[in-house]
């Protein structure tokens, strides 16, 4: 096993004309396996031209290209479909990497506030208790076993549903840090132009902070409803995302306006 | 040359160059490039529905060989395309004929 691949897998203009001709062609699958042969063969023979001009191989694969024309010469109709090129990847796995570490992270912190607001309104604040009726006595015998320092059921189920939010928190916030710890491995892997630019600068701190501000929205909406119909049980949790999601959202907004203010000094690709 | 007038021709073009002997792809393309001084220099890949065209017409026969150790489709004309060719030809030399002739009046 080797990092690298093996040449015909590696690309290169040719290999990628034959895949967008491929995935291209339509019609009897003897008709696609003779026209792709016949054109690999027909680039194959320009490559070898434009190498005896003296071109490298970059160069004379561009212009074989180049000479035999669009997909749609050879098909009679337009390419069909385009596979993402490489930077495209990249940088999407950059994009996503971030705005899911982030929103991880967020939720971790939200987790923080949650026990924060249980400790200063009480755990039925943060996590509204189940209805009576939709637990037995063996699930209250858990929940007070777990939580000598009181005798009621309801307190010590919400205590309990608070202690679930922090171990999701602690999770989130874990898988958050990797997430970041990704990105930012790539981040210093992939400084081509290439990838920099294969997206519009800023949009993946754009999209994190629309998703973020509808969170936040969400969660707004939500407390609000449960603090006017519910009696406030269990809307300690939605304002905490909701907080949390705003921190997000203003972090995405100051990396975003710092990529739009830098984005003259990144060349296109 | 405009590419319109070009591929409004090409069938009769590429009939006359395989009339000289079989030929794949690239080297029909090769020979109409040389055989024009360079004037017919379309996107090479505009042929081959040309040439699949005019093989389902029964004008062109293919089949696979192997030159200078690479598969390729070799074609070749068919006696229909033979007779194709001198019909279209005619025509061609008679409308070029009366095109120049009002040209040079």
């Known amino acids: ?269 | 040359m405009k590419s319109e007038k070009l591929k409004g021709n090409l069938d009769m073009l590429l009939l006359a160059v395989l009339a000289a002997g079989p030929g794949h792809g690239y080297s029909i393309i090769t020979r109409l490039r040389d055989r024009s001084s360079g004037s017919f220099d379309l996107p090479e890949g505009t042929v081959y529905p040309a040439l699949h065209r005019l093989e389902t017409a029964g004008l062109l026969d293919s089949a696979w060989d192997v030159v200078a150790g690479r598969r390729r489709r070799l074609y070749r004309l068919t006696a229909a395309g033979e007779e194709h060719l001198a019909r279209e030809a005619r025509e061609w030399r008679a409308f070029s004929g009366s095109v120049s002739l009002v040209l040079g009046s």
């Open chain 1, 1 to 269: 096993m080797t990092d690298q691949a093996p040449a015909n897998e590696a690309g290169g203009p040719v290999e990628d004309y034959l895949d967008q001709l491929l995935l291209s062609l339509s019609g009897p699958p003897r008709y696609v396996r003779h026209t792709l042969a016949e054109i690999e063969a027909h680039l194959h023979d320009a490559v070898a031209d434009e190498l005896t001009a003296g071109r490298t191989q970059a160069d004379a694969e561009q212009a074989a290209v180049a000479r035999i024309g669009a997909v749609r010469a050879v098909t009679g109709h337009p390419a069909l479909f385009t596979r993402p090129s490489a930077a495209v990847l990249r940088r999407t796995a950059l994009a996503g990497s971030l705005i899911g570490g982030v929103a991880l992270v967020a939720y971790a912190f939200s987790a923080v506030i949650s026990v924060g607001l249980a400790a200063l309104r009480g755990a039925e604040f943060v996590s509204a208790p189940f209805p009576p009726g939709s637990y037995t006595s063996a699930d209250c015998a858990r929940w007070l076993a777990g939580d000598a320092a009181t005798h009621s059921c309801i307190t010590a189920m919400t205590r309990d549903h608070v202690g679930d939010i922090v171990l999701q928190g602690i999770a989130a916030g874990l898988f958050g840090l990797l997430a970041l710890l990704a990105f930012w491995l790539m981040r210093q892997r992939w400084q081509d132009r290439g990838t920099l630019t294969a997206l519009p600068v800023g949009s993946a701190e754009a999209v994190g902070a629309i998703l973020a501000l509808l969170v936040a929205a969400v969660g707004v909406g939500t407390a609000v409803d449960l603090e006017t119909v519910g009696r406030g049980l269990g809307a300690g949790q939605p304002i905490a995302i909701a907080l949390a999601a705003l921190c997000a959202a203003a972090f995405f907004a100051v990396r975003l306006y710092r990529g739009v203010r830098t984005t003259r000094w990144i060349a296109p690709a």
